[in-house]
């Protein structure tokens, strides 16, 4: 009986005391955190899908306003070329010319093209508007989108890069051709009498690299052996950042770029924006042709030479205008006969000469530079990227002949007279 006694003593005594939670089942339910974290997610699930659904619709809506401001240039510069039409036909040029330029198929709905001209000006204003989808939930169905563009035809001043080809397609009469029609162009526009207070006129000679001759030590931070250079990867591949540490051109021997069997350092060297007519057309007369076509070099060197952010590398005396100077016309000239079929900084870096040239053309663009682009008895290929990098279809000559390659620049010589953006 004492033994049975005392086994149950000591069982009851080793039975552990009820818990907290035995006695206050609510008060563990209160201190439960597990699945926080999906109790919180399924409350911020909605706001968060609200926010990127409002990001998605007003990055379309500027999409638009992007597109609609490149075809409003377009046509404003194509109208503005035009002279001695009666306000109806240039409404009806203005809106032909839209439409070519921003199909029915592109994003959102043009709603209204309205036309403004003077003897001075070409002012064109297009409206329209984007559906939304989750930018509905908040009553808002669409996003209106609205743009203008002002072209002036005053005369005042202009900055004009030439690149000009030298490869080993030009030789022979096609170099002695382009010679006549380069010529040509500068004769007008630095003819006496034309009521432009200031030409300058650069030339960007190229082939399978650029020759920058005096300012190569410069641009290139004394790596270039024989004064020739070529493109800059990274960051700046694309647009007209000073050459300074970090973003030098690269050149031959570059010992952080394998050799390029097709390299070749043509014969004439860029020349900065002068309005020494003599000497403009001394240095055309003096051009020799060889080598490949590296087209993008020639791009790039045509838009440096006009440049204000280069304004350290050339002389003072071509300095160019900054680019918020109303009165001044910033214009590049492209001309090519051959496949752009030479590049140096390829791969993973910079890709191909003809990919690069289009990614400059539309840097050069976005700073509201005229382009002119000049095919000269061209392939297939090299009229493409020409076409792309021109302004407008208008701004594009294919030539099939020395006298179709004279009339292209003296008629880009006439318009250049006429136009510039303002706004």
């Given at each position: 009986?004492?033994?049975?006694?005392?086994?149950?003593?000591?069982?009851?005594?080793?039975?552990?005391?009820?818990?907290?939670?035995?006695?206050?089942?609510?008060?563990?339910?209160?201190?439960?955190?597990?699945?926080?974290?999906?109790?919180?997610?399924?409350?911020?699930?909605?706001?968060?899908?609200?926010?990127?659904?409002?990001?998605?619709?007003?990055?379309?809506?500027?999409?638009?306003?992007?597109?609609?401001?490149?075809?409003?240039?377009?046509?404003?510069?194509?109208?503005?070329?035009?002279?001695?039409?009666?306000?109806?036909?240039?409404?009806?040029?203005?809106?032909?010319?839209?439409?070519?330029?921003?199909?029915?198929?592109?994003?959102?709905?043009?709603?209204?093209?309205?036309?403004?001209?003077?003897?001075?000006?070409?002012?064109?204003?297009?409206?329209?508007?984007?559906?939304?989808?989750?930018?509905?939930?908040?009553?808002?169905?669409?996003?209106?989108?609205?743009?203008?563009?002002?072209?002036?035809?005053?005369?005042?001043?202009?900055?004009?890069?030439?690149?000009?080809?030298?490869?080993?397609?030009?030789?022979?009469?096609?170099?002695?051709?382009?010679?006549?029609?380069?010529?040509?162009?500068?004769?007008i526009l630095l003819a006496d009498g034309t009521g432009l207070k200031d030409v300058r006129i650069g030339l960007a000679p190229f082939s399978a690299s650029v020759n920058a001759g005096v300012y190569s030590d410069y641009v290139s931070d004394s790596v270039s052996v024989d004064g020739c250079v070529f493109e800059r990867d990274g960051m700046h591949a694309y647009d007209d950042t000073a050459p300074v540490a970090g973003h030098y051109l690269g050149?031959?021997?570059?010992?952080?770029?394998?050799?390029?069997?097709?390299?070749?350092?043509?014969?004439?060297?860029?020349?900065?924006?002068?309005?020494?007519?003599?000497?403009?057309?001394?240095?055309?007369?003096?051009?020799?042709?060889?080598?490949?076509?590296?087209?993008?070099?020639?791009?790039?060197?045509?838009?440096?030479?006009?440049?204000?952010?280069?304004?350290?590398?050339?002389?003072?005396?071509?300095?160019?205008?900054?680019?918020?100077?109303?009165?001044?016309?910033?214009?590049?000239?492209?001309?090519?006969?051959?496949?752009?079929?030479?590049?140096?900084?390829?791969?993973?870096?910079?890709?191909?000469?003809?990919?690069?040239?289009?990614?400059?053309?539309?840097?050069?663009?976005h700073e509201k530079i005229l382009v002119y682009a000049v095919a000269f008895e061209a392939p297939s290929s090299a009229r493409a990227t020409l076409q792309y990098c021109a302004s407008t279809a208008s701004h594009y000559f294919d030539a099939g002949n020395g006298e179709e390659?004279?009339?292209?620049?003296?008629?880009?010589?006439?318009?250049?007279?006429?136009?510039?953006?303002?706004?």
């Open positions: 009986m004492l033994s049975t006694i005392f086994r149950k003593c000591v069982t009851n005594w080793r039975r552990p005391s009820p818990s907290a939670s035995d006695r206050y089942p609510l008060a563990e339910l209160r201190s439960d955190r597990r699945g926080s974290v999906a109790i919180l997610f399924g409350v911020l699930v909605v706001p968060l899908m609200l926010m990127v659904g409002f990001a998605v619709d007003y990055g379309r809506g500027m999409n638009m306003k992007t597109r609609l401001a490149h075809a409003t240039d377009a046509a404003a510069l194509a109208v503005g070329s035009w002279t001695d039409l009666s306000e109806s036909k240039i409404q009806q040029k203005v809106e032909a010319f839209f439409a070519a330029n921003y199909p029915e198929n592109e994003l959102g709905t043009v709603v209204d093209i309205n036309v403004s001209a003077t003897p001075a000006t070409v002012t064109i204003s297009a409206s329209g508007f984007v559906g939304t989808s989750i930018m509905r939930i908040a009553g808002i169905d669409k996003m209106d989108v609205a743009v203008s563009a002002e072209v002036s035809k005053e005369r005042d001043k202009i900055e004009l890069g030439m690149m000009l080809d030298l490869t080993g397609s030009m030789s022979g009469e096609r170099i002695e051709d382009l010679k006549v029609a380069a010529k040509d162009l500068v004769d050149a031959m021997p570059d010992p952080g770029e394998p050799s390029n069997h097709k390299y070749r350092c043509p014969h004439g060297e860029v020349l900065p924006i002068t309005d020494d007519k003599m000497q403009l057309k001394s240095r055309i007369d003096s051009y020799g042709t060889g080598g490949g076509t590296a087209g993008h070099l020639g791009i790039a060197w045509a838009w440096y030479l006009i440049s204000p952010n280069w304004s350290t590398v050339w002389p003072a005396s071509s300095t160019p205008d900054s680019y918020s100077e109303e009165k001044t016309l910033k214009a590049v000239i492209l001309m090519t006969d051959g496949a752009f079929n030479t590049s140096y900084k390829n791969g993973a870096k910079n890709k191909t000469s003809s990919t690069q040239a289009r990614s400059l053309c539309d840097s050069i663009k390659l004279r009339s292209a620049f003296q008629s880009i010589a006439a318009n250049l007279q006429r136009l510039r953006i303002t706004k």
